[in-house]
């Protein structure tokens, strides 16, 4: 009985909790559905893959508004949130700020 209030208690508390600090609630959305269809069931680690889906992206955008829109950059980080898209529209946040910063460390080791 204990357990069930308990797991009950950790779900209403990831339902009720605010909005990530991501600005668009597709995005939100977007990584809650990934989060949960990758670790169904498992309440820490869907919280944990919100936190670093959320970070992915707010670093990610970060790092594309810094950008010159003629940076050459701007290709490789189109490529990256390309290839880390899937078709059912969900994004991993977090490979595609990796991807990103291994291009940045690329493109600035060739110059």
Known sequence: MKL???L???????VATPSLSVANDEIDQGI???CEAEWEGDFAMQRYCIDLQT???ND?????D??????PLQRSAA????????ADGTTDWS???YCFGLQEEAFLSLQ
């Open 66 to 71: 810094a950008l010159n829109d003629d940076s």
């Open 4 to 6: 069930k209030a308990a």
């Open 95 to 97: 490979m595609v700020n």
């Open 55 to 57: 970070d992915g992206h």
């Open 60 to 64: 990610f955008t970060a790092s594309l």
């Open 8 to 14: 009950a208690a950790v779900a209403i508390s990831l």
């Open 32 to 34: 809650r559905s990934l």
């Open 79 to 86: 490529k990256c949130q390309e290839d880390w898209s899937s």
